[in-house]
C-alpha cells in the first residue's frame, strides 16, 4: 500500500476484554515500532521489530500485552484482559533502516484509539 | 535515559505571522538525532524536520526552520508565515544514534498544541 494502514481505527472494548490492533506497514520496510499514546500526552515506545525478530520490548506495560510479526510485514499488537488503563491511541511506525546510524524517516499509521469501558 | 521536554502545552499565532515552538532534552549522548512531528486530529504524525546532531547548520524546510543549539541541549522550532493548515499538535522527539540491535525508537515530549488564527 501507499502508506502504513491500522485496523481499526476505533476499538471499544469491555474491561477484561481481549483485544487485537493490526498494523500493516510500507512494503519492504523492515523496521517496525508500536507506540502507546495517552491523552494529552506523546507517544511512548513499546517494542521494536526487525523483520520477523522482535528486537526490543522493553516498553511493553505489563505482560498482558503481546505483539508479533510472524511473517516480517504484518504485526498484531494483543492486549489480554484489557483495563482502563489502556485506553489510548496505539500508533505503528515502519521504516526501511536497519541500523540507528542512518537517519531515515519513520512513516507512521493513523493509529487505533481504544477506549475500555 | 533520553527524556524531552516541552514547556509550552498551548501557543498560538496569527495567519502569516512567526512563531516559535519550544524544546529541550537531556542525554548524556554525542550522536544523535531530533526531529519535530506534526499530528493533525487525523492522528496520523507526520515528520516536519530533522536534525542531525553531528551537523552545526539548522535545519531548514520551506516555511520551518530550527535552532538547534547543543550545548544547551536546546531544539526550538520556528514556522514563518503560518498558514491555517499548520495548526495542529507538535511533537519534539529524540533519537538515539546507537542501538545495540538494530534501530532505536523516537523519545517523544508531551507536545505543544499550535492554534492558527484567521
Known amino acids: 500500500g501507499a502508506g502504513v494502514s491500522q485496523s481499526p481505527r476505533y476499538k471499544v472494548a469491555k474491561r477484561g476484554q481481549d483485544v487485537a490492533l493490526r498494523c500493516d506497514p510500507i512494503s519492504g520496510h523492515v523496521s517496525l515500532f508500536w507506540y502507546q499514546q495517552a491523552l494529552g500526552q506523546g507517544p511512548e515506545f513499546l517494542t521494536y521489530?526487525?523483520?520477523?525478530?522482535?528486537?526490543?520490548k522493553s516498553g511493553l506495560p505489563s505482560d498482558r500485552f503481546f505483539a508479533e510479526r510472524p511473517e516480517g510485514s504484518v504485526s498484531t499488537l494483543k492486549i489480554q484482559r484489557t483495563q482502563q488503563e489502556d485506553s489510548a491511541v496505539y500508533l505503528c511506525a515502519s521504516s526501511f533502516v536497519v541500523m540507528a546510524g542512518l537517519n531515515t524517516e519513520a512513516f507512521f499509521g493513523q493509529g487505533t484509539r481504544l477506549t475500555v469501558v | 535515559a533520553q527524556t524531552v521536554t516541552q514547556s509550552q502545552p498551548e501557543m498560538s499565532v496569527q495567519e502569516a505571522e512567526t512563531v516559535t515552538l519550544s524544546c529541550t532534552y537531556d542525554?548524556?549522548?554525542?550522536?544523535?538525532?531530533l526531529f519535530w512531528y506534526k499530528q493533525p486530529p487525523s492522528r496520523q504524525m507526520i515528520l516536519v524536520i530533522r536534525q542531525e546532531a553531528y551537523k552545526q547548520q539548522n535545519a531548514t524546510e520551506n516555511r520551518f526552520s530550527v535552532n538547534f543549539q547543543k550545548a544547551a541541549k536546546s531544539f526550538s522550532l520556528k514556522i514563518s508565515d503560518s498558514q491555517l493548515g499548520d495548526a495542529a499538535m507538535y511533537f519534539c522527539?529524540?533519537?538515539?544514534?546507537?542501538?545495540?540491535?538494530?534501530?532505536?525508537?523516537?523519545?517523544f515530549g508531551k507536545g505543544t498544541r499550535l492554534s492558527v488564527i484567521a
Open positions: 522527539a529524540y533519537r538515539s544514534a546507537k542501538g545495540n540491535s538494530g534501530n532505536t525508537p523516537l523519545v
Open positions: 542525554t548524556s549522548e554525542s550522536d544523535y538525532y
Open positions: 521489530f526487525q523483520n520477523e525478530a522482535q528486537l526490543d
